[in-house]
């Protein structure tokens, strides 16, 4: 009996922008926090009012026939889908108006209510506001409320949408502020603005970390770049719940692969083992399901999980101690995040930073730095690293790669360069780094790197405040203009393969057991496959090539490293159907790549020899 395949995996549908202020690398040390001196930029999408996919649909109606204010709203915000939303003002009643005041020294700053001004299709009102200076402010708070209330407890909602209007291009500072039990603590984002409507997608996962999110007492809006005044136009402020599974099912009752959207934050994960979030490229988030499911302690809270791009200093043992260097990258980034590839078998997210110049400068020649993470069940995080090496302006001369996660009491170090003392065979060639205790409560982070020469030393560290555990691969030569690596990071390395070791996982990545099909062929002529050995190491993947729509492999049985967790894509098979059978058993949970050729994950490791068979054929021929 075959395997069809009816349902396609969800392949490029999820995109997500950013523009965020500082450089947002390792945060080491940590540049913001808790405080009246300190400030966080919150990660901020903008986008043209109009051109934004997804915001212009049908206006639902109500039973009556009459379109609610909540069903224009809904129709207008793709994010308010969900029905789970909150307005803080639309302005479509006077009583909004309450919340607002404008502060100024030079009595400059105006509002007041504009009946025809704002989006036409949730009702027209808005806020008019003149700024004529930079230290010019609009705030919304309680203080003069009385029919309507600025909502303090935000810890239900994960987005807070608005659509601001400007007279001209303009530099806009929107300060959240906490109340009075906890006075003084802030978050602050700089956001640039198109002339025109733009609409802004601010996530709230970061600001959660420096503001009391169920006590909110204050918002501010300012113009700090001003140079002639401007008119904002403010309309349709919400506090929004928009998290939704898009792939899978992130309650974990399943066991399988999820990814859940939650503000502009995306989850991956499998139930009761691992979850990773990505905010603006970076996770930012990694839970061990297994022994916190209720999510409450971040392994990387405070910084990110990583590989990021470091420059170093120095000579290549103290020249770490520049990691938080990076003057010649830009003076901003506009994070991308995009969902290549969704099923059971893998997941995938390409993450790219577009460097901009100074304000007021050409953005020419700027670099870029990008990710590609495909993401397994088995918690095993295959990354693929390019980043621009030189440009007209600067070149980049060294650079490494980090991995980081927050550091704790049993917190054990260990770090493996090429050529250690002792080391025998290929191991003299494998870098690798495991941060982790091996306890339950505090599982391993493994970091590898797959050719030695792009980075032979290994540097293991804690930040100068003792929170954060740093791994740094460096020392191979810096490639212009483009620098590339190929890396893994196992989670939970313990027990992600029958009880191998953070040795033997380095091994098997960077010398995969050779496979030699009795029927079929490796796909070796590929730019996914740095060596030409059949494994593609951007993906974690043996590629076989059918002959006569027929595979036949032995696996297992020995060799110099073992076959664990072992992925095989088919080359050839989009559009037929498929049988993969192992030891003559036909083989279920078999999906398909983004661009539908067959793709399947054997579990645990492959100590006895193994048949592995696949059939390949015409859909139409079997009907």
């Given at each position: 009996?075959?395997?069809?395949?009816?349902?396609?995996?969800?392949?490029?549908?999820?995109?997500?922008?950013?523009?965020?202020?500082?450089?947002?690398?390792?945060?080491?040390?940590?540049?913001?926090?808790?405080?009246?001196?300190?400030?966080?930029?919150?990660?901020?999408?903008?986008?043209?009012?109009?051109?934004?996919?997804?915001?212009?649909?049908?206006?639902?109606?109500?039973?009556?026939?009459?379109?609610?204010?909540?069903?224009?709203?809904?129709?207008?915000?793709?994010?308010?889908?969900?029905?789970?939303?909150?307005?803080?003002?639309?302005?479509?009643?006077?009583?909004?108006?309450?919340?607002?005041?404008?502060?100024?020294?030079?009595?400059?700053?105006?509002?007041?209510?504009?009946?025809?001004?704002?989006?036409?299709?949730?009702?027209?009102?808005?806020?008019?506001?003149?700024?004529?200076?930079?230290?010019?402010?609009?705030?919304?708070?309680?203080?003069?409320?009385?029919?309507?209330?600025?909502?303090?407890?935000?810890?239900?909602?994960?987005?807070?949408?608005?659509?601001?209007?400007?007279?001209?291009?303009?530099?806009?500072?929107?300060?959240?502020?906490?109340?009075?039990?906890?006075?003084?603590?802030?978050?602050?984002?700089?956001?640039?603005?198109?002339?025109?409507?733009?609409?802004?997608?601010?996530?709230?996962?970061?600001?959660?970390?420096?503001?009391?999110?169920?006590?909110?007492?204050?918002?501010?809006?300012?113009?700090?770049?001003?140079?002639?005044?401007?008119?904002?136009?403010?309309?349709?402020?919400?506090?929004?719940?928009?998290?939704?599974?898009?792939?899978?099912?992130?309650?974990?009752?399943?066991?399988?692969?999820?990814?859940?959207?939650?503000?502009?934050?995306?989850?991956?994960?499998?139930?009761?083992?691992?979850?990773?979030?990505?905010?603006?490229?970076?996770?930012?988030?990694?839970?061990?399901?297994?022994?916190?499911?209720?999510?409450?302690?971040?392994?990387?809270?405070?910084?990110?999980?990583?590989?990021?791009?470091?420059?170093?200093?120095g000579d290549e043992d103290t020249g770490v101690a520049a990691l938080g260097s990076f003057p010649a990258w830009g003076d901003r980034v506009v994070a991308r995040q995009q969902l290549l590839e969704a099923s059971q078998a893998r997941?995938?997210?390409?993450?790219?930073?577009?460097?901009?110049?100074?304000?007021?400068?050409?953005?020419?020649?700027?670099?870029?730095?990008?990710?590609?993470?495909?993401?397994?069940?088995?918690?095993?995080?295959?990354?693929?690293?390019?980043?621009?090496?030189?440009?007209?302006?600067?070149?980049?001369?060294?650079?490494?790669?980090?991995?980081?996660?927050?550091?704790?009491?049993?917190?054990?170090?260990?770090?493996?360069?090429?050529?250690?003392?002792?080391?025998?065979?290929?191991?003299?060639?494998?870098?690798?780094?495991?941060?982790?205790?091996?306890?339950?409560?505090?599982?391993?982070?493994?970091?590898?790197?797959?050719?030695?020469?792009?980075?032979?030393?290994?540097?293991?560290?804690?930040?100068?405040?003792?929170?954060?555990?740093?791994?740094?691969?460096?020392?191979?030569?810096?490639?212009?203009?483009?620098?590339?690596?190929?890396?893994?990071?196992?989670?939970?390395?313990?027990?992600?393969?029958?009880?191998?070791?953070?040795?033997?996982?380095?091994?098997?990545?960077?010398?995969?057991?050779?496979?030699?099909?009795?029927?079929?062929?490796?796909?070796?002529?590929?730019?996914?496959?740095?060596?030409?050995?059949?494994?593609?190491?951007?993906?974690?993947?043996?590629?076989?090539?059918?002959?006569?729509?027929?595979?036949?492999?032995?696996?297992?049985?020995?060799?110099?490293?073992?076959?664990?967790?072992?992925?095989?894509?088919?080359?050839?098979?989009?559009?037929?159907?498929?049988?993969?059978?192992?030891?003559?058993?036909?083989?279920?949970?078999?999906?398909?790549?983004?661009?539908?050729?067959?793709?399947?994950?054997?579990?645990?490791?492959?100590?006895?020899?193994?048949?592995?068979?696949?059939?390949?054929?015409?859909?139409?021929?079997?009907?």
């Amino acid at each position: 009996m075959g395997v069809r395949f009816p349902t396609r995996p969800l392949a490029a549908a999820q995109i997500s922008t950013a523009t965020v202020r500082e450089r947002p690398y390792l945060d080491w040390p940590l540049p913001y926090g808790r405080g009246t001196d300190r400030i966080l930029h919150i990660g901020v999408a903008v986008a043209l009012m109009g051109i934004l996919p997804g915001c212009h649909r049908g206006t639902h109606r109500a039973a009556g026939g009459a379109a609610t204010q909540a069903d224009r709203l809904m129709a207008y915000y793709a994010d308010l889908q969900t029905g789970r939303f909150a307005v803080i003002a639309d302005f479509e009643q006077t009583m909004h108006m309450e919340l607002f005041r404008s502060i100024s020294t030079g009595r400059t700053a105006l509002h007041r209510l504009s009946l025809t001004s704002g989006v036409d299709a949730t009702g027209g009102r808005c806020l008019r506001a003149v700024f004529g200076r930079p230290d010019d402010k609009l705030i919304a708070d309680n203080r003069a409320a009385r029919s309507w209330h600025l909502p303090r407890d935000w810890r239900d909602y994960d987005l807070l949408v608005m659509a601001v209007h400007a007279s001209a291009a303009a530099d806009l500072q929107f300060t959240m502020v906490s109340g009075q039990r906890h006075l003084g603590s802030i978050a602050d984002s700089r956001i640039p603005l198109n002339a025109g409507w733009n609409l802004l997608r601010l996530d709230l996962s970061d600001a959660a970390e420096h503001v009391a999110m169920d006590d909110l007492g204050e918002l501010r809006w300012a113009l700090p770049s001003l140079t002639k005044p401007t008119v904002l136009l403010i309309d349709d402020i919400i506090l929004v719940d928009n998290r939704a599974d898009l792939f899978g099912d992130s309650s974990g009752e399943d066991g399988g692969l999820y990814l859940r959207r939650r503000g502009r934050r995306w989850d991956v994960g499998v139930g009761e083992r691992f979850e990773v979030g990505f905010i603006n490229g970076q996770i930012k988030h990694w839970y061990d399901l297994s022994e916190d499911p209720l999510r409450v302690r971040n392994l990387v809270e405070g910084g990110v999980l990583g590989p990021s791009v470091v420059t170093l200093s120095g000579d290549e043992d103290t020249g770490v101690a520049a990691l938080g260097s990076f003057p010649a990258w830009g003076d901003r980034v506009v994070a991308r995040q995009q969902l290549l590839e969704a099923s059971q078998a893998r997941i995938v997210v390409q993450c790219t930073w577009d460097f901009l110049p100074p304000d007021g400068e050409e953005a020419t020649d700027m670099p870029t730095q990008q990710w590609a993470y495909t993401i397994y069940p088995t918690g095993e995080l295959y990354v693929h690293l390019e980043c621009t090496t030189r440009t007209s302006a600067w070149s980049a001369e060294r650079l490494g790669m980090a991995v980081s996660r927050r550091a704790g009491p049993t917190l054990e170090l260990l770090c493996h360069g090429t050529a250690q003392l002792g080391d025998k065979g290929r191991l003299l060639h494998v870098p690798y780094a495991v941060l982790g205790s091996g306890a339950a409560a505090s599982p391993e982070l493994c970091f590898v790197v797959h050719d030695g020469r792009s980075a032979p030393l290994m540097k293991c560290l804690h930040s100068p405040d003792g929170t954060r555990a740093i791994a740094v691969a460096f020392g191979g030569e810096t490639r212009k203009p483009v620098q590339r690596w190929d890396c893994l990071i196992i989670l939970g390395a313990g027990d992600s393969g029958g009880g191998l070791t953070a040795e033997d996982h380095a091994l098997r990545y960077c010398f995969p057991p050779a496979l030699s099909p009795a029927v079929g062929s490796m796909v070796t002529a590929s730019e996914d496959d740095r060596d030409n050995d059949g494994f593609h190491e951007r993906y974690g993947c043996y590629v076989l090539a059918p002959d006569g729509n027929r595979v036949l492999l032995t696996i297992g049985g020995g060799g110099d490293s073992l076959l664990c967790n072992p992925v095989f894509v088919i080359q050839g098979s989009v559009g037929k159907e498929a049988w993969v059978y192992l030891d003559h058993i036909l083989l279920e949970g078999v999906c398909r790549t983004a661009n539908g050729e067959v793709l399947f994950q054997l579990p645990g490791s492959v100590g006895t020899r193994r048949t592995l068979e696949v059939y390949l054929g015409n859909a139409a021929e079997l009907k």
